[in-house]
């Protein structure tokens, strides 16, 4: 599965943005998926996490009440609407192919199948 990542932007606090991530290839519907995030100098971290069903999500703290992932498998994408953006959400945003899906959003490399390139996303204060 090759995937790439899209809808970042420059917004100001209190803003929304809706990142996009498209998915090539037939198996897309049997993969969970999840998006995460890297901030300059930081590592990277747990967004949010979707099954293959759609029935399943799970949040990072620091995010939950303002982002929600949902995805699409007749157009192979997988989304993330984020709310009430903050300066600490800027970071480039990954999605990605996941083995298995963890409610605590700890991932190791192994847990992982493809990444999109990723989508810059600044939150101005």
């Known amino acids: 599965v090759q995937l790439q990542a899209f809808g970042g932007g420059l917004v100001q606090a209190g803003g929304s943005l809706r990142l996009s991530c498209a998915a090539s290839g037939r198996t897309f519907s049997t993969y969970a998926m999840g998006w995460f995030r890297q901030a300059p100098g930081k590592e990277r971290e747990f967004v949010a996490a979707?099954?293959?069903?759609?029935?399943?999500?799970y949040y990072a703290d620091s995010v939950k009440g303002r982002f929600t992932i949902s995805r699409d498998s007749a157009k192979n994408a997988v989304y993330l609407r984020m709310n009430s953006l903050k300066p600490d959400d800027t970071a480039v945003y990954y999605c990605?192919?996941?083995?298995?899906?963890?409610?605590?959003?700890?991932?190791?490399?192994?847990?992982?199948?493809?990444w999109g390139q990723g989508t810059q996303v600044t939150v101005s204060s």
């Open positions: 979707i099954s293959w069903s759609g029935g399943i999500t």
């Open positions: 990605a192919t996941l083995k298995r899906l963890y409610s605590d959003g700890y991932y190791s490399e192994s847990d992982f199948g493809s």
